[in-house]
Structures are given as C-alpha cells and as structure tokens.
C-alpha cells in the first residue's frame, strides 16, 4: 500500500534538513577527528614520558659507572707509579699507597669502601663501611676475576641494618703492569645516589626500580621490596630477563598485568644499563597514566553532545526566522489575489540580519542567565549538604550531654592541623567533612552506653567500640561520601597497632584518620567528662606529645601544637564536673584512653 504524498513540502522542513545537515554532520565527524588525534598524542605522550625517564636513568647509571671505571684506571696507574709496579707483600702497605687509597675513597660520597689487594690477595682498604660476609665473598669473586684479567661487576648488596643500611655494589679492576698481574682495586659504591633519584621520579607518580639481567631487585624507591627480591612474578621484569641480549638493545614499553586478585592493568617501560646488564623500570596503572585521555574523551563527548544539541536548536530558530517573512508574502500574496491590493510585503535582508543577529544575543545572555542559575542551585545543594552534615553530626552530639558541639569543635581542629600541613583544598574538604561525621556511628549505640555517666563495663566498651563500623556502614551507600568512610572508620587506630577496628599499624592507617585522631584526642582531653576534668590546653598537648609516634600521628600533633603556639586555638572555660573513676583498658595514658573509649 503506497502512502499518499504530501502535496507540497514546508520550506520550513528544507531549510531546517540543510542547516542541520550541514551543522551537525560535519561537527560530529571533526570532533570525532579531533578526537581521536588527541587520544593518540595524550597516549604516545604518555609512553614517551615513561620512555624519557628510563632512559634518563639509564644514562646517568652509565656515566656513573663509566666514571667510577676511570676514576680507578686513574688510581691503578698512579699506584703502579708511586710502587714502581711492586706491590708484593712488603711493599702494598707502604704510606704512600695507602694515602692514594684514602685519597680516592674521599674524592667521592658514593664510594663507601675501597681495597687494594695484591696477587697473593693480601693489601689495605679504606672507607666507612667494614666488610661483611656478603661483601668478603664478593671481593673474592673480584679476585678470581681480576686474576683473569676482567673487570667486575657485583650484585647489589644491602650492608648493615636500621638508619645504618647501605645498598652498595662492588666494583673492581685488575691491576696489570707490563703484562704481569699486580693484584686488584676495589670498590664499594653505595648506591644511595641512585634511589635518591629513583625516588624523585616516584614523587612524580611513576613507581621506578632496578632490576639486574637474572630479574633480581637492585634498589627500589620505596621499602616495598628488598634488595636482591626476585622481581620476575612482573610481566615485564620477565619480559627483559626473557630477551637476554636482546633487551640491552632496546627500550621497550608494555601494558601488563599485576598478578593478584584485582589483575590491575599497568603500564611500563624498561631501558638497558649496557654497561652492567641492568634495566631501569618504570610502571604506572594504566588507568592513571591514561587518565587524561579518558578526561578528554568525556569532555569532548560532553561538549559535542552540547554542541549538537545547540546547533540543533539554533538551527531550528534560524530556519523559522527565514520562513516567517515567506509565509508573510504568501498571505499577502493571497490577499492581492482576493482583490486586496492594499497590502504591501516589505522584506529587507538588511532588516532580517539585523533581527537574527539581536535574537542570537539574546540567547547568548539567556544561556549565560542559565548558567548563572545552574551555579546558583548548585551552590544552594552544596549548602544543603553541608547544612544536612552539621545537622546529623548536631544530632549525635545531642544524645550525649558530655560530648555537645564536639564534632564542631573536631572539625574547627581538623581543618587548622590539616592547613598547616599544607594539604590541598580537595583533600582539605574531605578532611572537613569527614570530622564532622567521624562520630555519625553512635547513632547506633544504645543511650544507656552513650549516656551512661559512669565507667563502662568491658561488654559496653566493645559496643561502644562498634561506633567505627557503623559509621562506615550508614555512609558506605551514598557513593559521594566515599571518601569520608577511611576518615569515619579508622579515626581510632594507633600507630602501634593497638587502635580499633582493625589494628592497622603505622603507614597502613591513611593520613585522614590521623589528623582526625589527634583532634579527637585533643577535644577529649580539654573538655569535661564524667570521668575526668577538662585539661589546660598545655597539659593535653603534653599528653598528646606523650603519645606522639606511638599512639598519634607526629607530623598531625606538631601541626596541632604549631597552631596552638599561634593562638588559632583559644578553649573556652569548661564547667567543672565531679569525676568518675573509669577502668583501664590497656596501659595508655588513662585520660586519653577512657576519652577514646567514649569518643
């Protein structure tokens, strides 16, 4: 059954068909161009960041390494001079080649130790370390290496323990004269210059390392591995052990997977050590490395989809502008065949520009009068929020008489510790926010434990503990306070890992609930409970400073005293309460730990 035709088609419909053809079709083919262009250059950009960096680091371990092998043919040389090429066992010790030996252990912070031996391996050495076994057994590899008339290289090895470790590798030359070996120079060289800059490139977001030609850890940025680590359960520490020769040729950049539950996607780069058969390696998740990427992808789809939209509509807007005075002349057309000939059509392209022009400024103002007000209402649902957070903390507050405006004051002390720590504003608002809830949970606790007066049982106290959890527990659905639950669940962990709810030691603690903690700690301590007066400020912060490193947070409680000593913090006069004796849970301090087990 054919469908009947129109008998004519409106202007209107062509015109607005081409304005949209010939605005949108090609917007949507450009931006996906443009698109795609700068996808490719973020990630090669990327790749090349990754790439300069290894390769930087590889240079500079060569030039080190190619320095330190001159520095010790200098040394060789000026030996066989100052010996006269005789460095037998009545002669090795001789003043002068000890002072040479000093001489080069000095010219140079990384070298930690120096030996020269000679063919019967008996000799002097100089430095601040002593040899141990490890390092002992190296030498005589160098020895027997020596004796063949190669050069050495060692493993990386780690001298010492504690704030006393060192990360050195021994490298030795051969001391030959006229064809006829002499014996070998040693050297240690601490490898501290090399995780100070491998350290540096790890502030900057990338995790770098070392590893040797057999996959094993050299040094690290960080703690997370130890020295000699066999690193080859890394993709791509495998991938360079696997291509032997091959990879001291080539820079190599790969995505792979971390092994382990998550599968996390990286991205890494190795770069050849030629001259020691070592590969510098950087790797980062690649969700990180190509966030900017995905960031320009959603902007750019963003602003198309706008894009399209208003061009739709103006297109709309315009097609009917340029209809109207057509529709004008018809009718005044349909007038004059009626015998009307009073009508006149008056139509000025001059007059028409003018119009469209003034139209499309007053949309420009009713968009940005639109944006204005998005602003606005964005601004008021912000106030909103936060209005609503006070408002929960208030009420938490209120069901314990002792404990009124605490989460206020928490979050005044949180904000001026995490200022003077220099935090960002981002992290500052969520340092905000998450001291204003950190007590959300005791709205689950029963108000015969909350507002108990006096000291509470061993069974109250570990409900009264659960407070934590249930925090969590009540924020964890709304996904925009995701990042208050650290704050919320572990503000009463210890450093020394005797906190709730979990134990969490040290570094596994995250920075937010720290600051949170020595806040607490320190409303607690100036404000009056039933089981204790309120402190003078200076008492609490001696308290606080008792359990600095221990307990609390150091770099957070000498944020705290900096502010105090400024006077940003000034206590108001508590009234006094009678106290009620409180049983000690562990062997804290018992003011901060019965405010812990209240708070």
């Given at each position: 059954?054919?469908?009947?035709?129109?008998?004519?088609?409106?202007?209107?419909?062509?015109?607005?068909?081409?304005?949209?053809?010939?605005?949108?079709?090609?917007?949507?083919?450009?931006?996906?161009?443009?698109?795609?262009?700068?996808?490719?250059?973020?990630?090669?950009?990327?790749?090349?960041?990754?790439?300069?960096?290894?390769?930087?680091l590889a240079?500079?371990?060569?030039?080190?390494?190619a320095s330190l092998r001159m520095m010790q043919a200098n040394l060789s040389s000026a030996l066989q001079v100052a010996s006269g090429g005789d460095i037998t066992s009545s002669h090795v010790e001789a003043p002068e080649l000890r002072a040479l030996l000093e001489n080069?252990?000095?010219?140079?912070?990384?070298?930690?130790?120096?030996?020269?031996?000679?063919?019967?391996?008996?000799?002097?050495?100089?430095?601040?370390?002593?040899?141990?076994?490890?390092?002992?057994?190296?030498?005589?590899?160098?020895?027997?290496?020596?004796?063949?008339?190669?050069?050495?290289?060692?493993?990386?090895?780690?001298?010492?323990?504690?704030?006393?470790?060192?990360?050195?590798?021994?490298?030795?030359?051969?001391?030959?004269?006229?064809?006829?070996?002499?014996?070998?120079?040693?050297?240690?060289?601490?490898?501290?210059?090399?995780?100070n800059r491998l350290q540096e490139v790890n502030r900057g977001g990338l995790t770098p390392y070392v590893v040797d030609s057999q996959g094993r850890l050299v040094v690290a940025a960080t703690n997370d591995y130890a020295t000699g680590q066999d690193m080859k359960n890394l993709e791509i520490v495998r991938n360079f052990v696997d291509e032997g020769r091959q990879a001291q040729l080539v820079v190599a950049t790969r995505e792979f997977s971390l092994s382990g539950a998550n599968k996390t996607k990286m991205l890494g780069t190795y770069s050849p050590v030629t001259n020691l058969d070592w590969a510098v390696i950087v790797q980062k998740p690649r969700d990180d490395a190509y966030r900017g990427v995905y960031e320009m992808q959603r902007t750019a789809r963003r602003l198309a989809l706008m894009a399209v939209l208003l061009s739709v509509a103006i297109s709309i807007?315009?097609?009917?502008?340029?209809?109207n005075p057509l529709q004008v002349?018809?009718?005044?057309?349909?007038?004059?065949?009626?015998?009307?000939?009073?009508?006149?059509?008056?139509?000025?392209?001059?007059?028409?520009?003018?119009?469209?022009a003034q139209t499309f400024n007053t949309m420009s103002g009713e968009l940005e009068h639109f944006v204005a007000d998005l602003k606005r209402a964005a601004n008021e649902n912000l106030e909103l929020f936060m209005g609503s957070i006070q408002m929960l903390a208030g009420a938490v507050d209120e069901k314990d008489p002792y404990?009124?405006?605490?989460?206020?004051?928490?979050?005044?002390?949180?904000?001026?510790?995490?200022?003077?720590?220099?935090?960002?504003?981002?992290?500052?608002?969520?340092?905000?926010?998450?001291?204003?809830?950190?007590?959300?949970?005791?709205?689950?606790?029963?108000?015969?434990?909350?507002?108990?007066?006096?000291?509470?049982?061993?069974?109250?106290?570990?409900?009264?503990?659960?407070?934590?959890?249930?925090?969590?527990?009540i924020l964890r659905p709304v996904a925009q306070l995701k990042e208050m639950i650290p704050g919320i669940e572990l503000h009463h962990e210890s450093l020394d890992g005797r906190g709730y709810p979990h134990g969490l030691?040290?570094?596994?603690?995250?920075?937010?609930?720290?600051?949170?903690?020595?806040?607490?700690?320190?409303?607690?301590?100036?404000?009056?409970?039933?089981?204790?007066?309120?402190?003078?400020?200076?008492?609490?912060?001696?308290?606080?400073?008792?359990?600095?490193?221990?307990?609390?947070?150091?770099?957070?409680v000498f944020a705290l005293d900096a502010v105090y000593q400024r006077g940003e913090i000034r206590l108001q006069k508590a009234p006094v309460l009678p106290p009620i004796a409180a049983p000690q849970p562990d062997d804290q301090p018992a003011a901060v730990t019965v405010a812990a087990a209240r708070l």
């Open positions: 059954m054919k469908l009947p035709m129109p008998s004519r088609i409106p202007v209107l419909y062509v015109i607005l068909g081409v304005l949209v053809l010939i605005s949108v079709v090609p917007m949507y083919f450009y931006s996906a161009q443009v698109e795609s262009i700068n996808r490719d250059r973020l990630i090669t950009n990327e790749r090349l960041l990754q790439n300069t960096v290894t390769r930087s240079d500079d371990i060569s030039q080190h390494q080069f252990v000095s010219s140079s912070g990384d070298l930690a130790y120096a030996t020269l031996l000679n063919s019967d391996a008996k000799g002097i050495s100089a430095g601040r370390i002593a040899p141990d076994a490890f390092l002992r057994r190296e030498l005589e590899r160098a020895f027997s290496a020596a004796r063949e008339g190669r050069v050495y290289n060692g493993q990386a090895l780690m001298i010492g323990n504690g704030k006393s470790a060192h990360t050195v590798m021994l490298v030795s030359t051969p001391v030959v004269y006229a064809g006829r070996f002499l014996g070998m120079i040693g050297s240690a060289v601490d490898l501290q210059f090399l995780i807007f315009a097609a009917r502008r340029i209809t002349l018809t009718e005044s057309s349909r007038a004059i065949a009626r015998g009307d000939f009073s009508k006149r059509v008056t139509l000025k392209s001059r007059t028409e520009i003018g119009e469209l404990t009124r405006g605490h989460s206020d004051r928490v979050t005044r002390y949180c904000v001026l510790i995490a200022k003077e720590m220099g935090l960002t504003d981002d992290l500052l608002e969520v340092v905000r926010i998450s001291a204003q809830l950190h007590d959300v949970g005791k709205i689950g606790i029963e108000d015969r434990i909350l507002k108990k007066p006096g000291a509470l049982t061993a069974e109250e106290f570990t409900v009264m503990k659960t407070h934590t959890t249930k925090g969590a527990n030691k040290d570094e596994e603690i995250p920075l937010v609930p720290r600051i949170i903690a020595v806040a607490d700690t320190f409303d607690a301590l100036t404000t009056n409970r039933p089981y204790q007066h309120a402190h003078e400020a200076h008492d609490a912060l001696r308290i606080i400073h008792s359990l600095s490193g221990k307990r609390l947070d150091p770099v957070a």
